[in-house]
Nanobody, 126 residues
Framework: QIQLVESGGGSVQAGGSLRLSCAAS????????MGWFRQAPGKEREGLAR???????ISALSIKGRFTISQDKAKNTLYLQMDSLKPEDTGTYYC????????????????????RGQGTQVTVSS
């Protein structure tokens, strides 16, 4: 099993930046797919970005050029750097992970991954 704990959320004005972190523990020695998704009030969950064990990334169109996913394997930590934030980015942000399947790549969106954290709130004011 993999345990995930997010941090770094908060309140910012439009145009500002935040960096979310996700600390992973448990079975972190296996190859893993990791990603971020969010849920805004009254909306469905939205996959944002994912990274595989080789560092290859996929990002949703809604965040391209503004958000960047990265990981520090030595620290077992996943990051989401969020720049040029907009009020519509407001929501609860979740980290997700699952073991990387052989030969077929990581699934999309990360909202379907087997493990997820409790979420961290991001509020962007205009």
């Amino acid at each position: 099993q993999i345990q995930l704990v997010e941090s770094g959320g908060g309140s910012v004005q439009a145009g500002g930046s935040l960096r979310l972190s996700c600390a992973a523990s448990g079975d972190t020695n296996s190859r893993a797919c990791m990603g971020w998704f969010r849920q805004a009030p009254g909306k469905e969950r939205e996959g944002l970005a994912r990274i595989d064990s080789n560092g290859n990334t996929i990002s949703a169109l809604s965040i391209k050029g503004r958000f960047t996913i990265s990981q520090d394997k030595a620290k077992n930590t996943l990051y989401l750097q969020m720049d040029s934030l907009k009020p519509e980015d407001t929501g609860t942000y979740y980290c997700a992970a699952e073991r990387e399947p052989r030969n077929i790549g990581c699934r999309w969106p990360p909202v379907v991954y087997n493990y997820r954290g409790q979420g961290t709130q991001v509020t962007v004011s205009s």
